[in-house]
């Protein structure tokens, strides 16, 4: 037997061994995965592929579902008082199977899960015709503290495969948080704001003087934390921010 049919054939009694010893359930649909199909965070390709993209009518500066197309009468731009990003995009909404998976992403440590969320993001940008070119990419920091518990920021790896295709850089240092605050998904919407004023700072802000910077994040619900990098960035020399996250909350 060649080199490559031994290996063939290790696979195929690998994958028989997997799929007796370790039978698993697609956690969308309920149905039997197969050894192929855990590589994909225990969901199906079926499943993965009913998660609704957003389309619109949505607000074109925020991307809230029921905001007001025109962005001046949107009351979720309003909340924000000034917007500091060109506009924001969400990939879906924040419910069903995509909130529970990425709550299985974040916080219980399924990072295999990363994968294919981010590529969902990157195909979400490269088929969308609203974004301008950009220069670089900044994920949303996670300050020290919560990375070092958490052992990676969520955003950055939902970023990566985009940067990759694009060829830009995928900067994580230059952005970061001055301190550690309580998550926003403690906080009602008033406190949210107050909670991010002066979060975030620049170490280097010749890394972003007249750039075009896309800024990602896994879920945006009041806008705030975006918001508050993005006018960071902007009052850093900035050209442009625009926003892009896999979950628009409600
Ligand atoms: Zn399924
Ligand atoms: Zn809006």
């Known amino acids: 037997m060649s080199l490559d049919g031994f290996h063939h054939l290790r696979r195929e009694v690998w994958k028989t061994f997997v799929d007796l010893i370790f039978p698993v359930n697609c956690r969308g649909c309920g149905k039997k995965l197969g050894y192929d199909d855990i590589s994909s965070g225990f969901i199906c390709l079926d499943c993965w592929k009913k998660i609704p993209i957003h389309r619109p009518p949505y607000c074109r500066r925020c991307g809230h579902p029921s905001g007001d197309l025109f962005h001046d009468k949107c009351p979720e731009c309003k909340k924000l008082k000034k917007v500091y990003f060109r506009f924001a995009r969400g990939v879906s909404s924040y419910s069903g199977l995509l909130r529970e998976t990425l709550h299985r992403f974040k916080y219980r440590y399924q990072t295999e899960l ?40 969520q955003a950055e790896i939902l970023a990566r495969p985009l940067a990759e295709a694009l060829k830009v850089p995928l900067d994580i240092k230059t952005l970061y948080r001055t301190r550690y605050n309580p998550p926003q998904m403690t906080l009602d919407s008033k ?3 107050e909670n991010v004023q002066g979060l975030f700072a620049a170490s280097n ?12 994040d896994d879920v945006m619900t009041t806008g705030a934390t975006v918001n508050a990098c993005a006018r ?7 050209s442009e921010v625009y926003v892009l996250v896999l979950a628009r909350g409600d």
């Open 114 to 153: 990363g994968t294919p969320l981010s590529e969902m993001m990157k195909d979400y940008y490269l088929s969308s015709n609203d974004y301008g070119p950009i220069d670089r990419i900044i994920p949303v920091p996670l300050h020290p503290i919560r990375f070092r518990e958490r052992e990676f920021n």
């Open 191 to 193: 406190a949210r704001f």
């Open 205 to 216: 802000p010749d890394m972003i003087r007249n750039q075009r910077i896309l800024l990602i």
């Open 232 to 238: 960071t960035l902007m009052e850093e020399g900035a």
